[in-house]
């Protein structure tokens, strides 16, 4: 099952990241895994969890193309990598816009914010990621069972 969701995430968001960006998704599936099992724990939607899970992965790999950036790379990969990384910021928030999904984006754009702050001060706290990302898939719970109570 988790194979399956990782996979359907990958081929959404490889479906939608425009063509001539020419970047492809070449991210662990060890890089995922932990976010697809937590999705998989809440009763939501397989569609939704697909969509949040690209959403996951399209951060993960804007993260993963700054990370590798090095300055003494010739300067065509390290603008492609710098291009990546912020094509692939924009085009997560896009799709959090598109797929109506407001909170995620709300609730993860300050992490992602510190995530970048913290690298620059050399001090990477990539784990932050996963941290909110989980927080917002208990808050989201605990607001569906809420409703459904009512």
Do not use: W
């Amino acid at each position: 099952m988790i194979t399956a969701l990782i996979q359907d995430a990958c081929q959404l968001l490889q479906g939608d990241i425009s063509p001539d960006t020419g970047i492809t998704l070449n991210l662990d599936r060890e890089d995922v895994l932990t976010a697809g099992h937590l999705l998989l724990q809440y009763d939501l939607p397989a569609e939704r969890q697909i969509r949040l899970l690209s959403i996951y992965i399209a951060i993960k790999l804007a993260l993963q193309r700054h990370r590798d950036c090095q300055l003494f790379e010739p300067g065509d990969k390290l603008t492609r990598k710098v291009l990546d990384g912020d094509y692939l910021y924009s085009f997560y928030v896009q799709q959090c816009l598109r797929y109506e999904e407001f909170s995620l984006l709300t609730h993860l754009a300050p992490t992602v914010k510190q995530i970048q702050i913290k690298r620059v001060e050399g001090r990477p706290e990539d784990e932050r990621l996963e941290k909110a990302f989980e927080v917002f898939l208990r808050l989201e719970h605990h607001r569906n069972t809420t409703r459904k109570a009512i």
